[in-house]
């Protein structure tokens, strides 16, 4: 059964990082499957050129399918593995209703994980749609989403070598200026850690002191008096 729902980008609430270098979020498909109770519920991912080869009828977690093998041998991966249990309907307060598609690093490279949801390689742009298999049938399907780009990181020399106006030469310029200024910083501080240094030094040495003058003084006032003439 081919089900009105197109998968889109999460909007409400207002998420940062919707969309990155190698991931982006998704609406859960809330209020989509209800009576396919017993079904498995799958997000098929591809890149937009590539969303006509992939077949219903794929499996998940074959070589046909598995994410290691994407872009290059695989045309579209399966991952995400849910059940209607994941997706009530309607939607019970606090829950957490979006899909981080890409953000499993753990198992990009481990084979044992075919259905792994790690990083999107490129910017794509991506689709993606959801499938719902009973067994090994596929008993409903989704539209295609449009298509999703992602952020693409700036080369290095795209990056502008100057900010608010100033030039290359002026921040070279600050720069040496910063420099020199806490070489004659860090002169100063020497200087005055020798000043204090000899100050503390002088202040042990002994000084000449001072000359003492001694007064003489008689002892008793008595003078010599000449002799009595008889």
Known sequence: EELPYKPVLTTTPPLEGQTTASTFVLDQPRCVFEGYNNADIWLVVTLDEAKSAFNNTARPGTSDTAFQGFPGNVSAYMTLNATLANYPCPKPSGDITVLRVGSETSCAGDKARPTCNGPLPGPGPYRVKFLALEGSEPVAVTDWSDAIPLRKAKELSSIPTTDNGYSAGMIAITTILSILFAI???????????????????????????????????????????????
């Open 184 to 230: 004659l910083l860090a002169a100063l501080l020497a200087m005055v850690i020798f000043w204090g240094s000899d100050s503390c030094s002088g202040s042990s040495t002994f000084s000449k002191p001072e000359s003492v003058t001694v007064r003489r003084y008689n002892t008793h006032h008595v003078y010599d008096q000449p002799a009595a003439r008889l």
